[in-house]
């Protein structure tokens, strides 16, 4: 059973800083890409940023300037800075990643529960 629990959400005021993070355990033979996604409320969830086993990033019009990813391969986690928040970032933001269980396996996307970030003054 694979688990992927993130950590960092919080309520701040526009101009903060966060940073997100979202460690995956359990039978874990091997992570492929990592990836960020977004979801406010009443709207559909967005790509924030990928970044691949070899520390290739991707980050999109929503992150770019001010998110950056990053991943910890021996640690089986991904991590998101966001500087400069803005109220429009506000939403819960989930990790996926692509997961192995087995050598024999496919990899399988797996989500967090997701963390909340809520910018406001």
């Known amino acids: 059973q694979v688990q992927l629990v993130e950590h960092g959400g919080d309520s701040v005021q526009p101009g903060a800083s966060l940073y997100l993070s979202c460690q995956a355990s359990?039978?874990?033979?091997?992570?492929?890409?990592m990836a960020w996604y977004r979801q406010a409320p009443g709207t559909q969830r967005e790509l924030v940023a990928t970044?691949?086993?070899?520390?290739?990033?991707r980050h999109t019009e929503i992150a770019k300037g001010r998110f950056t990813i990053s991943r910890d391969n021996g640690k089986n986690t991904v991590y998101l800075r966001m500087d400069n928040l803005k109220p429009e970032d506000t939403a819960v933001y989930l990790c996926?990643?692509?997961?192995?269980?087995?050598?024999?396996?496919?990899?399988?996307?797996?989500w967090g529960q997701g963390t909340l970030v809520n910018v406001s003054s």
């Open positions: 996926k990643a692509e997961i192995r269980t087995t050598q024999f396996d496919n990899a399988v996307d797996y």
């Open positions: 970044v691949t086993r070899e520390h290739n990033v």
């Open positions: 359990g039978q874990i033979f091997d992570i492929g890409t």
